[in-house]
């Protein structure tokens, strides 16, 4: 279970489910099926008047972004080619680092653009990523 807030929103991370509410009421507003996610992975911007948040996306490797906000998908991205092992938003919200669970390459993203700015290569052997 992963739980993310910002003064508008909660995100429930559940292994096979997003779920959204909104804070102040604690009303369940949206329920989004992901991909198996045995970590909780998820991140909400800390910005409420966005609500920008990056979660696992159906495919092995992909990451939905998700306006909190309104409610709707802005786009998928391919981030590495196997599992994810972490993800998390700056906290302006314009920018996405995620690793895979091989543990060789961080890649960060613009947010919402989804567009690739920068590969990291941490080394050539596996490790095991706890946070961004």
């Given amino acids: 279970l992963g739980?993310?807030?910002?003064?508008?929103?909660?995100?429930?991370?559940?292994?096979?489910?997003?779920?959204?509410?909104?804070?102040?009421?604690?009303?369940?507003?949206?329920?989004?099926?992901?991909?198996?996610?045995?970590?909780?992975?998820?991140?909400?911007?800390?910005?409420?008047?966005?609500?920008h948040c990056a979660l696992p996306a159906a495919g092995v490797g992909q990451v939905m972004l998700f306006d909190a906000l309104n409610l709707h998908a802005l786009s998928t991205l391919e981030a590495h080619r196997g599992p994810l092992a972490c993800l998390v938003l700056s906290s302006c919200g314009r920018l996405l680092a995620t690793a895979s669970d091989k543990g060789t390459v961080v890649r960060v993203h613009s947010f919402p653009q989804a567009q690739l700015l920068h590969t990291f290569r941490r080394g050539s052997l596996p490790a095991t990523f706890l946070s961004l």
């Fill in 3 to 51: 739980l993310r807030m910002n003064r508008a929103r909660l995100v429930a991370a559940l292994e096979t489910r997003v779920h959204t509410f909104e804070l102040s009421t604690m009303k369940l507003l949206h329920t989004l099926e992901t991909t198996p996610n045995p970590r909780g992975l998820a991140d909400l911007c800390a910005d409420s008047e966005t609500c």
